[in-house]
């Protein structure tokens, strides 16, 4: 594996899960539920990535196999009447929030039926009706609109969180530091959580970055912030759970980088010239779904039968989804200048 | 009815909408002690304090980005450049965030959030504080622009601008800040995407804004004498614009003549002369239609130059005298 972070994680490793949850707070089912989502996000990628090859999916669309462990752990930490604000790899953290996977499939499709009835596609989900304000198809996008939600929440006084994902790449847009020196100075109840996948596009974050890890930024603004394994369900939960307890208590805004990797390429039309196969095997070796299912084996949490049943549970959800989909209406040609004004 | 300034106007409209909406908010650089660039804000901070009026750090990206953010929660956010000019460094969140969300997300978010910027040459500022960006705004489907001439417009409209629901981008130039006119007291608002015919006449269209409006009434005043009728259509809103009303303007003159500050080349005076084409008034037209521009040159320093480099009242009384005068 490729070193690029020296720093060590403030994490230490899951090993005894069963010590871990109950240190968490998280029951055996919640654990399971944990693996589950981690399954379906799997599925539904791969399904997209199939969908996409057989020419269903038009355009482009950002997989991220290989980061589910930052999508569930999060996902858990998250309450309903929390903020999203998502990158443009965000499938993960859609279903890990709760979402409807036939809408989410419906829109990759650009079916009426989709999220945004088919207008944004796999790059811009959202589902403001459930807090949901998209993924973004602008590097650090969700780094400038968080500010406003942030102040939006402490206006009206509610308990929220707004929580602002993105990837490294999006760390060394100037926004980066305009977004977290105001939650600084105004005290803003958001949580940045950088989710590091090593590569912006082909861009390897050590040669691109003055300064790593991130989380050191964040201390530069007087933000706390942490650096964990991104691959360890557990570790991201844990540490998800102290930054939104953070925010939520009113103490400011807070910072996580989880360190990740994707499998699949940036978009579409990569063909990895910028990494050696070797390296993607080595990541693969800590697997964030084979590694929490073989401590849960371990612990006894579930057995074979319940992972083949819980395989097959989730790929008929998936199969659902894209027959929904497939059967869903397209946008009517007549419609394509609705909704540009309110 | 009182008479109270354009910068006044503008200020009561914040404060009045503030008072009753608790959603409203202004944020911007130095609004609050210093009450803002122009003064626009004076005395807002003591009224409604820091929440609601927020001065932030010199950073127009996150100013309107957290504008779009809130907006999309549920706030109706205000947002102060201090000049035109810097609205380049936050175009990304006014056009690939706050514009287009409504739409990428299927009908199902709304932005409704206002952005004040003063426009405009005339103060000594030069090239980078003097600009006329409207035209840049107006190609972008889902921002509204606003750009309003006097006081009572000024009010009218801005109060529109806080209660729709879309971005509306509200330029104000700033000459005309100290300018005074009637302003009602009771509450009122002008819809967006009304023109207003500011001076009625027979011979030729002038179809104007901001300050390019008292510059054509002037104008208007002088070939007057020659015998000369003007008729002065402000479109108020740039976009959506109101081409009934210029159309109908121009079938009756059977001359058109766009006035703007903002540089020729893709400015919007091409933007109302195709649509004018577009219509049967085309078949009115006596002569060419015409525009008067800034030239097309950065806003030089010096004050000859700066004079020369936007439309002045000679210039419109000398362009109309020629197109009345069959010389195009």
């Known amino acids: 594996m490729k070193n690029n972070q020296l720093a060590k994680f403030d994490n230490e490793t899951t090993t005894d899960i069963l010590a871990k949850s109950k240190d968490l707070g998280l029951s055996k089912e919640t654990l399971i539920e944990m693996y589950q989502t981690m399954i379906s996000i799997r599925l539904f990628e791969e399904m997209a990535d199939r969908l996409y090859a057989l020419g269903k999916v038009h355009g482009t669309m950002h997989l991220s196999a290989g980061q589910e462990a930052v999508a569930v752990g999060t996902g858990a930490v998250m309450s309903k009447d929390d903020y999203l604000l998502n990158h443009h790899r965000g499938h993960g953290h859609f279903i890990a929030s709760g979402a409807d996977i036939n809408k989410m499939m419906a829109e990759f499709l650009g079916k009426e039926t989709g999220f945004c009835r088919g207008r944004g596609g796999s790059m811009h989900i959202a589902d403001v009706e459930a807090n949901n304000l998209g993924a973004n198809g602008i590097v650090g996008g969700g780094i400038q609109l968080v500010v406003g939600v942030g102040l939006a929440i402490k206006m009206m006084g509610t308990e929220r969180v707004a929580l602002v994902i993105f990837g490294d790449g999006a760390a060394n847009q100037g926004i980066f530091h305009e977004s977290l020196n105001m939650a600084a100075i105004w005290d803003l109840p958001i949580v940045y959580l950088c989710e590091n996948n090593q590569y912006g596009m ?131 040609a007549s419609e394509v200048t609705e909704w540009v004004y309110a | 009815m009182p008479e109270i300034t354009y910068r006044q106007a503008i200020h009561d409209a914040m404060v009045e909408e503030m008072r009753r909406d608790k959603r409203v908010f202004i944020m911007g650089e130095d609004i ?262 800034g030239k097309d040159v950065p806003i030089p320093y010096n004050r000859h130059l700066e004079t020369a480099a936007v439309p002045q009242v000679d210039d419109i009384v000398r362009e109309v005298r020629a197109m009345v005068n069959n010389q195009y």
């Open chain 2, 32 to 293: 609050g002690t210093y009450g803002g660039a122009f003064g626009v804000s004076a005395g807002m901070l003591e009224e409604f304090g820091p929440e609601r009026v927020v001065e932030t750090p010199i950073s127009e990206e996150a100013i309107v980005g957290a504008a779009a953010g809130a907006a999309m929660v549920g706030m109706r956010p205000i947002a102060e450049m201090m000049f035109m000019d810097f609205i380049f460094l936050a175009l990304d969140p006014l056009v690939n965030q706050a514009a287009k969300a409504r739409y990428m997300f299927g009908g199902k978010a709304t932005v409704p959030m206002v952005v004040r910027m003063p426009s405009g040459s005339g103060s000594g500022a030069a090239a980078q504080h003097s600009q006329s960006l409207e035209t840049i705004l107006m190609h972008i489907p889902g921002i509204k622009v606003v750009a309003p001439s006097t006081p009572y417009d000024a009010k009218g409209l801005l109060i529109s601008s806080m209660r729709d629901l879309n971005p509306v981008c509200f330029v104000e130039h700033k000459l005309l800040y100290k300018i005074k006119g009637e302003v009602p007291e009771e509450e009122y608002a002008i819809p967006l995407g009304l023109a207003d015919i500011k001076r009625e006449g027979r011979d030729i269209t002038i179809v104007a804004s901001g300050i390019m409006v008292h510059k054509s009434l002037d104008a208007a005043e002088i070939l007057n004498e020659d015998g000369i009728s003007v008729e002065v259509v402000d479109p108020r809103t740039l976009r959506p614009l109101d081409v009934d009303t210029i159309a109908k303007s121009v079938k009756k003159t059977g001359r058109l003549l766009v006035v703007h500050e903002a540089v020729k080349t893709a400015g919007w005076a091409g933007e109302v002369m195709a649509s004018v084409s577009e219509t049967s008034s085309w078949d009115y037209l006596d002569t060419p239609m015409r525009r008067l521009t």
């Open chain 1, 202 to 332: 082909s861009a390897d974050i050590a040669r691109v970055s003055s300064k790593v890890p991130f989380k050191d930024r964040a201390l530069a603004h007087g933000i706390p912030g942490y650096y964990i394994d991104g691959n360890d369900v557990l570790a991201v939960y844990e540490f998800m759970k102290i930054a939104v307890d953070h925010a939520r208590s009113r103490k400011g805004p807070v910072f996580v980088e989880a360190q990740t990797y994707r499998y699949f390429g940036h978009s579409k039309s990569d063909r990895n010239l910028y990494r050696t196969k070797d390296e993607i095997e080595e990541w693969k070796n800590r697997d964030p779904i084979k590694r929490f299912q073989s401590l849960l084996i371990e612990a006894k949490v579930i057995t074979d039968t319940d992972i083949e049943k819980i395989h097959e549970d989730m790929t008929r959800l998936i199969d659902e989804a894209v027959e929904f989909a497939d059967n869903s209406p397209e946008p009517d």
